[in-house]
Structure formats: structure tokens, C-alpha cells
């Protein structure tokens, strides 16, 4: 059974950051690429940033040089660092592994960023 769960999500002011965890069981995490999504409310679900099984990055150009996705692989864990969060990152925060056809997601974890 794959699970993917997420945590560290919170309220946050704004300039603050905070930084999710995404914990895997279930797949040979290594060989996955994983990625972290966001969906604020009223709004259709986008990708924020990808890790592949080599370490090669990708960003959404709205969190390029604020966030950060990096991955443990002994630990199964996907990372995403937020810095110099704004009320815009306001979103339910998810992250996916995939390969080839196969794709897994976790029940996402809530970041709000208000004064």
C-alpha cells in the first residue's frame, strides 16, 4: 500500500518561512520523480516544483529563488523550503511521485500566510 503523507504546514506571517515534508512508504522511492503542488481556494491545482531520481530541480517561475525541493532518499522524504512567503502561497500543499504511468499522491497539507 503507497502512502505518501505531508506535513508542516501552518500559518505563517508574510517574509516567514516554513518547510513541508513529504514522508513515502509503499514505492522504491529513489527511482520516482516526486513533485509538490499547490491549490488555493477557488483555483485549479498547479505544480510548484519537481525533483527527478537524478536531482535535477524544476520551479514554478512564482516561487522560483523562494523555494527550494530537495529529497532524502534513505529517508523516503521529499522536502519543499519555503522562504520570503507571501499571502499569495496561501494553499493546500501536495506532493506526488511518479513514473512512467504510475502516480501516487499524499492528502495535502494547509500553509495560510496572513498577518
Known amino acids: 500500500q503507497v502512502q505518501l503523507v505531508e506535513s508542516g504546514g501552518g500559518l505563517v506571517q508574510p517574509g516567514g518561512s516554513l518547510r513541508l515534508s513529504c514522508a513515502a512508504s509503499?514505492?522504491?522511492?529513489?527511482?520516482?520523480?516526486m513533485a509538490w503542488y499547490r491549490q488555493a481556494p477557488g483555483k485549479q491545482r498547479e505544480l510548484v516544483a519537481t525533483i527527478t531520481r537524478g536531482g535535477d530541480t524544476n520551479y514554478a517561475e512564482s516561487v522560483q529563488g523562494r523555494f527550494t525541493i530537495s529529497r532524502d532518499n534513505p529517508k523516503n522524504t521529499v522536502y519543499l523550503q519555503m522562504n520570503n512567503l507571501k499571502p499569495e502561497d496561501t494553499a493546500v500543499y501536495y506532493c506526488k511521485a511518479s513514473r512512467f504511468s504510475s502516480e501516487y499522491w499524499g492528502q495535502g497539507t494547509l500553509v495560510t500566510v496572513s498577518e
Open positions: 509503499g514505492i522504491i522511492f529513489s527511482i520516482y520523480t
